[in-house]
């Protein structure tokens, strides 16, 4: 695709879930790049403040456009990989970075065995990631994974430097493959709520109905698990 000036127009375009001119979203973007000058390094702030300051929870799925949206997710104070990235997106957009929503699918995505057993499939559909126009180019950017939660799990945390793409975690501490992306979506100026549902209502339809939380107790347990196979492997 080329870019146009068309193109980066409406990708600075508020919308009903990247609600980049809601008061909360645009305050919240003022206090992250505070001081800082350059569209680069606002941008790389305004990832690094999504990332570790909103928990990704896979329960808190819920696919209105009103509970999709960047305010929501500051509302909540956590979200999943769609929102996250929607999150992101609007705050690069409220600071005049022009952003777009980029969406795969991933198979050995970061699990538990609960969240594994809502999921009629292993593949995780529509995995949400952000496409932030920087010096000139598109950049590719996940924020969905917090720092503790990937320690928790055994993965490296995403980092974002700005320039290189930043889109998945291939393999955990161990070398163990950990994630493969075996379809592109491509990239949007706005969530494509109406493709994404089919496929969540027809694959995820008991993790859409479950309403009782527990992502963090299922994250420490399998953290508590992984440490439990640590020490019994070590040599006396």
């Known amino acids: 695709m080329i870019t146009t000036p068309h193109n980066l127009a409406q990708a600075l375009m508020a919308t009903e879930m990247i609600d980049s001119s809601n008061a909360s979203v645009q305050s919240l973007a003022l206090d992250l790049?505070?001081?800082?000058k350059g569209s680069r390094e606002r941008a790389v702030a305004l990832y690094y403040g999504v990332r570790d300051g909103f928990r990704y929870d896979p329960y808190e799925i819920n696919l209105s456009s009103q509970a999709m949206s960047a305010s929501r997710v500051i509302a909540n104070?956590?979200?999943?990989?769609?929102?996250?990235?929607?999150?992101?997106?609007?705050?690069?957009?409220?600071?005049?970075?022009?952003?777009?929503?980029?969406?795969?699918?991933?198979?050995?995505?970061?699990s538990t065995p609960r969240l594994r057993g809502f999921m009629d499939t292993?593949?995780?559909?529509?995995?949400?990631?952000?496409?932030?126009?920087?010096?000139?180019?598109?950049?590719?950017?996940?924020?969905?994974?917090?720092?503790?939660?990937?320690?928790?799990?055994?993965?490296r945390a995403l980092?974002?430097?700005?320039?290189?793409?930043?889109?998945?975690?291939?393999?955990?501490?161990?070398?163990?493959?950990n994630m493969e992306y075996i379809n592109d979506h491509g990239?949007?100026?706005?969530?494509?709520?109406?493709?994404?549902?089919?496929?969540?209502?027809?694959?995820?339809?008991?993790?859409?109905?479950?309403?009782?939380?527990?992502?963090?107790?299922?994250?420490?347990?399998?953290?508590?698990?992984?440490?439990?196979?640590?020490?019994t492997s070590e040599t006396p």
């Not at 996250?84 to 050995?108: H, M």
């Not at 700005?162 to 493959?177: A, K, Q, R």
């Open 33 to 36: 790049v505070r001081g800082i």
């Open 77 to 110: 104070g956590k979200g999943w990989c769609v929102p996250k990235a929607t999150l992101l997106a609007a705050l690069c957009r409220s600071q005049g970075i022009p952003a777009r929503l980029g969406f795969s699918d991933v198979k050995n995505h970061l």
């Open 122 to 155: 292993d593949i995780f559909y529509w995995h949400g990631y952000a496409s932030l126009w920087i010096d000139g180019h598109w950049v590719k950017a996940t924020p969905a994974f917090n720092r503790e939660l990937c320690e928790k799990m055994g993965i």
């Open 159 to 177: 980092e974002f430097d700005g320039v290189h793409d930043s889109i998945n975690h291939p393999f955990d501490l161990n070398g163990n493959l």
């Open 187 to 231: 990239i949007y100026d706005d969530v494509p709520l109406e493709e994404i549902k089919p496929v969540y209502q027809r694959f995820y339809s008991r993790l859409l109905s479950y309403k009782e939380g527990g992502w963090q107790e299922d994250v420490n347990l399998a953290h508590a698990g992984r440490a439990s196979d640590a020490g």
